[in-house]
């Protein structure tokens, strides 16, 4: 059975995407990286692109430069069944890491828990669950500063975005304090867009950090349509669009792309890659018939 990658978080790394990549799929059952993809005289310089599949799902992550930097704003929350498993990924995850956020102990929330920025600086929850895991890996999105209380409006807006979607639980601080400064904000939420399960929290107090593209939604779409329909609702910040990338009204990054554009990178010989990337750099929105045309060029 083919795997539904609608939707996938793509990471972006200075030079270590294969080697991030690598080493995340040695913690995971069935994962594995399914291919690597050399981009050529890029903005950035040569880029590497990786696709791998952590858990079972997809994941994408490019080296191409110091330009973004990991930050608590977006982690991955790691559902586990066990205590042991808890144990051995904070054992790997917390080696040479740069920051533990909230050590390894028990909690209200959980029994084993903990949150760490590893040695890559991508944050990661590991939790234990009495709860049926809905997905192995969820992206968690903190909105912070500007964007506080604002998680269960951007929670509702996405999921009118997408035509695919499920609410799964939802907790407000009123549901932990009855005496809450902010009792409607969002404590923790779960929620279904397309193939994949995200989480939304609202980060109260003074942060330093924001999101920004150093972790990315990548939409992949059939038709010129969809990518039409979804650049008009998620493209937000003019300034940040570039090659398929937009910014939305929140502040979260989203690469709105052709879903055959992934098999033509990785298919595509060295001169179809070259010719492929030659176009969409020239580009804002990402025209899906310019792009078959340059590939299929002989």
């Avoid at 709860?131 to 968690?140: G, L, Y």
Wanted: overall charge negative; some cysteine.
């Amino acid at each position: 059975m083919q795997m539904n990658r609608k939707l996938v978080p793509h990471l972006w790394f200075d030079k270590e995407a294969r080697e991030a990549a690598t080493f995340y799929c040695s913690l995971f059952s069935n994962s594995r990286i399914t291919h690597v993809t050399q981009l050529h005289d890029t903005p950035s310089g040569d880029a590497e692109v990786v696709n791998f599949i952590l858990a079972g799902q997809p994941f994408m992550a490019i080296s191409a430069g110091p330009h973004f930097t990991f930050n608590p704003a977006i982690s991955f929350m790691v559902h586990c069944h066990s205590a042991d498993e808890v144990d051995r990924l904070w054992q790997q995850l917390s080696k040479d890491c740069r920051q533990v956020l909230i050590p390894l102990s028990s909690y209200s929330w959980s029994h084993r828990y903990a949150w760490l920025a590893d040695k890559y600086g991508l944050n990661w929850q590991i939790m234990l669950t009495s709860s049926p895991i809905r997905q192995k890996i969820m992206p968690d999105c903190l909105f912070t500063g500007p964007v506080f209380g604002k998680a269960g409006e951007a929670m509702l807006f996405y999921r009118n975005v997408f035509s695919s979607s499920q609410q799964g639980n939802v907790s407000h601080y009123r549901d932990m304090d009855d005496s809450s400064s902010y009792p409607e904000a969002i404590a923790y939420a779960e929620f279904q867009l397309e193939n994949l399960w995200m989480i939304v929290m609202d980060g109260p107090g003074e942060h330093a950090f924001t999101f920004n593209e150093s972790v990315s939604f990548v939409v992949n779409c059939d038709t010129q349509q969809e990518i039409d329909t979804y650049w008009q609702h998620l493209s937000a910040v003019p300034e940040a669009e570039q090659c398929g990338w937009c910014k939305d009204r929140y502040g979260i990054s989203w690469q709105i792309v052709p879903a055959v554009l992934d098999e033509m990178m990785a298919q595509g010989s060295p001169e179809q890659v070259r010719r492929i990337t030659k176009a969409f750099l020239n580009m804002k929105k990402l025209d899906m018939e310019t792009l078959k045309q340059a590939y299929a060029l002989s």
